[in-house]
Nanobody
Framework: QVQLVESGGGLVQPGGSLRLSCAAS????????MGWYREAPGKERELVATITDRGITTYGESLEGRFTISRDNPKRTSYLEMHSLRPEDTGVYYC???????????????WGQGTQVTVSG
């Protein structure tokens, strides 16, 4: 049905920047909201940011201003730009998409496999 593949993670020093990408593929009729969540070691998964198909964005607490979510609808891709990264931003970042493969089917939430972001130095 819908596959999500993240890219762009890696190791960065504190104060650095990274840009994550999430490309959706497969049988897709429409994608509503795309988003990013993260999971730090020993912590619960938390919201980073979401963006609707019309570009309305929401951010996790205290992340707006350092993180920016965007999307390219024709490319079915979302992006997460992260600046002024801190060690506490370390974790696995997961892409999500609320999508359907048919106008006759309800939307489902799909998850990517995650990409590791490590802020250390």
């Amino acid at each position: 049905q819908v596959q999500l593949v993240e890219s762009g993670g890696g190791l960065v020093q504190p104060g650095g920047s990274l840009r994550l990408s999430c490309a959706a593929s497969g049988m897709i009729f429409s994608i509503n909201t795309m988003g990013w969540y993260r999971e730090a070691p020993g912590k619960e998964r938390e919201l980073v940011a979401t963006i609707t198909d019309r570009g309305i964005t929401t951010y996790g607490e205290s992340l707006e201003g350092r993180f920016t979510i965007s999307r390219d609808n024709p490319k079915r891709t979302s992006y997460l730009e992260m600046h002024s990264l801190r060690p506490e931003d370390t974790g696995v970042y997961y892409c999500t998409a609320l999508a359907t493969w048919s106008p006759l089917q309800p939307e489902n939430t799909y998850w990517g496999q995650g990409t590791q972001v490590t802020v250390s130095g």
